[in-house]
Nanobody
Framework: QVQLEESGGGLVQAGGSLRLSCAAS????????MGWYLQSPGKQRELVAT???????NYADSVKGRFSISRDNAKNTVFLQMNSLKPEDTGVYYC??????????????WGQGTQVTVSS
């Protein structure tokens, strides 16, 4: 069973910064793509950024140049550095980790979510 532990959300003023982290644990063959998704009030969950095990990153257009995703493969942890935050970045950020299980089944798990509130 794979578990995720998220941390780093909070309240910040517009223009400020926050860093989210998500640590994955469990008996798997490999942790593959890791990423962050945002669910804003009244909206569907949407992709913020993902990073492959080799380090290739993908960003939503709305965060390019402001957010940076990285990972520490030795610790199975993914980070999201959020700079120049805007009120529209407000919402619950969910960590998503895709993995290959011991029996070679590819699956994914979601974190519990961490609240980010950006005040204007």
């Amino acid at each position: 069973q794979v578990q995720l532990e998220e941390s780093g959300g909070g309240l910040v003023q517009a223009g400020g910064s926050l860093r989210l982290s998500c640590a994955a644990s469990g008996r798997v063959r490999s942790f593959n793509e890791m990423g962050w998704y945002l669910q804003s009030p009244g909206k569907q969950r949407e992709l913020v950024a993902t990073i492959a095990s080799g380090g290739l990153a993908n960003y939503a257009d709305s965060v390019k140049g402001r957010f940076s995703i990285s990972r520490d493969n030795a610790k199975n942890t993914v980070f999201l550095q959020m700079n120049s935050l805007k009120p529209e970045d407000t919402g619950v950020y969910y960590c998503n980790v895709r993995f290959t299980g011991l029996w070679r089944r590819v699956d994914e798990v979601w974190g519990q979510g961490t609240q980010v509130t950006v005040s204007s």
